[in-house]
T-cell receptor, first 113, second 112 residues
Framework: GDSVTQMEGPVTLSEEAFLTINCTYT??????LFWYVQYPGEGLQLLLK?????DKGSNKGFEATYRKETTSFHLEKGSVQVSDSAVYFC????????????FGSGTQLTVLP | DTGVSQNPRHKITKRGQNVTFRCDPI?????LYWYRQTLGQGPEFLTY????????KSRLLSDRFSAERPKGSFSTLEIQRTEQGDSAMYLC??????????FGPGTRLTVL
């Protein structure tokens, strides 16, 4: 079945540092790929998505590129802020009619001032 | 606020009791999903509705779990004879189209 493997956390960075959170997937067909973010005490929010190979999703300074050849969708940000502290989830949606999401286990990011 | 709402936000129950959670999706979203999230893990898919029809159910959804979406609006998730292993956050998401799910805040269930 489909699966998503995320870089294990927690990750602690200083403000303005470069962020990479690795994500690889296993799926049949051509899934869509997502990054969701969960801020403390809040629900899951869609951060960015990519629906086909070589697409780049971007939002709030975060970027991720759909790499079919390496089955990866790594999240990057050039300069993190304290407000980026949250749990980040990589996910894919299958190509069936339901399009349910399969999530990775999440990566806790803490940014220190 | 026109986001997805879930009630209650927290539920504490004793083992063996039945519980019911409610999800109100964003108006006119015809796709509705339930997920379960345990501590330190990502959400896991439970079931999917398109309008009032339940079209997909995960193997995680044992026969103690039942979900409904009468009239294609709100949805309920009932767990009968709760077990300690049912303790988790239950998340609802709705979607107007594929590839765009909006999540509610979740209902945290604790089974004592």
């Amino acid at each position: 079945g489909d699966s998503v493997t995320q870089m294990e956390g927690p990750v602690t960075l200083s403000e303005e540092a470069f962020l990479t959170i690795n994500c690889t997937y296993t799926a049949t067909g051509y899934p869509s790929l997502f990054w969701y973010v969960q801020y403390p005490g809040e629900g899951l929010q869609l951060l960015l998505k990519a629906t086909k190979a070589d697409d780049k999703g971007s939002n709030k300074g975060f970027e991720a590129t759909y790499r079919k050849e390496t089955t990866s969708f790594h999240l990057e940000k050039g300069s993190v802020q304290v407000s980026d502290s949250a749990v980040y989830f990589c996910a894919l949606s299958d190509t069936g009619s339901a399009r349910q999401l399969t999530f990775g286990s999440g990566t806790q990011l803490t940014v220190l001032p | 606020d026109t986001g997805v709402s879930q009630n209650p936000r927290h539920k504490i129950t004793k083992r063996g009791q039945n519980v019911t959670f409610r999800c109100d999706p964003i108006s006119e979203h015809n796709r509705l999903y339930w997920y379960r999230q345990t501590l330190g893990q990502g959400p896991e898919f439970l079931t999917y509705f398109q309008n009032e029809a339940q079209l997909e159910k995960s193997r995680l959804l044992s026969d103690r779990f039942s979900a409904e979406r009468p009239k294609g609006s709100f949805s309920t998730l009932e767990i009968q004879r709760t077990e300690q292993g049912d303790s988790a956050m239950y998340l609802c998401a709705s979607s107007p189209v594929v590839n765009e799910q909006f999540f509610g805040p979740g209902t945290r269930l604790t089974v004592l």
